[in-house]
């Protein structure tokens, strides 16, 4: 079960960051923690993660500019995965054009968040 694949999560919410962290460390991903865009940007140009959860919603600098600034920078090719609960299709839209290749709605169950990540890392699916 062992992927040997880094997530970095960008998320305001403890409580968010600790339901992903849950689910993904448990299918053996190595999950990084930002709490703002700031940090998520110098953490994914630091630590070089596989994957990237964006909130929308972030202080000191939002998801959407976060995203902008990630696909503009040495980690560009890396696949953003919007995570949010603004169900809003301007969000929806401001989102996916900054660049985020999946946008996830919450509440999501553990086997949506598994299914994005899998299928965005390219791993084959294993029933959950």
Known sequence: MMTNKLILHVDDSWGCRQLVNAVLSFY??????AV???QGLAMAEKER????LMDIYLPNQNGAETTRLLKASSVAHVPVIAVTSSDKMSDYKRMMDAGC???LLKPFSPGQLLALVRQHLQEVPVAV
């Open 28 to 33: 053996g991903y190595d999950v990084l923690e």
């Open 36 to 38: 703002d865009g700031v």
């Open 101 to 103: 290749a999946a946008y």
């Open 49 to 52: 993660p596989d994957l990237i």
